[in-house]
């Protein structure tokens, strides 16, 4: 992707209260772009807004868990209504499991899996038709996805 591209972009970043969602939120508004920024967590997002806001850029929180389809779909209404499009989205709201598969609880498992790939489907099933509907008047629309896998024994 090139950056320097977004300036005036809207970009969606899910997980964007920490770690690498935060950082990919920063760079977005280092460039120029608007974000819109979710996660479950309200107080961090609205400390993430502020910190975009003095880089002289829109931001705006909105606390969205993603294994809840319907909250993915008003956080995709919520950056039109706003922002009056979507450009990019990047699907990086996941937790991580570190744990021997026998002793871990299937309730864990369970949690990685919605967060990690119905959170991605909810966030892609939400702006997809945005796209679509934008596709006439846009150049180049982007949802993204960032992942690892990792097993040991
Ligand atoms: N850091 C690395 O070097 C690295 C390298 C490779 C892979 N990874 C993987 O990348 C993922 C993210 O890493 P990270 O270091 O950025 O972790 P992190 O700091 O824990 O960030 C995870 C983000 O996802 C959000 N999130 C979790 N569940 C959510 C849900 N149901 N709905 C909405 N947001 C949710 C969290 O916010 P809330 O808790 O506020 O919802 C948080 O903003 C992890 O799965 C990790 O294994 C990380």
């Known amino acids: ?21 935060r950082a990919t ?11 819109v920024v979710a996660a479950r967590r309200k ?4 400390e993430l807004v502020e910190e975009c806001r003095q880089r002289g850029t ?6 969205t868990d993603v294994v809840d389809e319907e909250a993915v779909r008003q956080l995709a209404r919520t950056a039109v209504d706003r922002l009056g ?3 990019v ?10 744990a021997r598969i026998e002793d871990a609880p299937m309730d864990a498992f369970r949690r990685v899996i919605d967060t990690n790939l119905f959170g ?26 960032r992942g690892s896998t990792r097993a040991s024994r």
């Open 43 to 46: 107080e961090p997002l609205d």
């Open 1 to 21: 992707m090139v950056l320097n591209s977004l300036s005036k972009s809207v970009v969606v970043v899910t997980g964007a209260s920490s770690g690498i969602g």
């Open 120 to 145: 991605y489907l909810h966030g892609a099933r939400a702006v997809l038709p945005i796209f679509a509907a934008h596709a006439p008047r846009r150049r180049r629309c982007r949802c993204a996805g």
């Open 25 to 35: 939120a920063l760079a977005f508004a280092d460039q120029g772009s608007a974000v």
């Open 85 to 87: 499009r979507i450009d």
């Open 58 to 63: 829109a931001a705006i929180p909105v606390p």
């Open 89 to 98: 989205w990047v699907n990086n709201a996941a937790v991580t499991l570190f």
